[in-house]
Nanobody, 122 residues
């Protein structure tokens, strides 16, 4: 129902930073949680960060301390600030929302965007 468009990906050297944006066609306040996910070619998609309507955040251990998820309800946009990037962060990054209770389960997320490519060189 709500369309999501990711942007901000690119090619960076290890240790660099990127800020991803997820712009929604509707109110992101509708979702219980918004999440950033990533998928490398041939790999399973994984959750990396989620943020609730009230701003509570949760991170995968692999990105904790390096990535920060935030939201701007007035702009209907969710952000992912990625610092100290590593080659293993290379993937297509997606955002999606869930209408269910706050969950760390990517199968509960809907309204997927098309993704933005992040490539980290060594």
């Amino acid at each position: 129902q709500v369309q999501l468009v990711e942007s901000g990906g690119g090619l960076v050297h290890a240790g660099g930073s990127l800020r991803l944006s997820c712009a929604a066609s509707g109110s992101i306040f509708t979702f219980t949680d918004m999440g950033w996910h990533r998928q490398a070619p041939g790999e399973q998609r994984e959750l990396v960060a989620i943020i609730s309507r009230r701003g509570r955040t949760t991170y995968a251990e692999s990105v904790k301390g390096r990535f920060t998820i935030s939201r701007d309800n007035a702009k209907n946009t969710v952000y992912l600030q990625m610092n100290s990037l590593k080659p293993e962060d290379t993937a297509v990054y997606y955002c999606a929302g869930t209408l269910r209770r706050s969950t760390w389960d990517e199968t509960d997320y809907d309204s997927w965007g098309q993704g933005t490519q992040v490539t980290v060189s060594s």
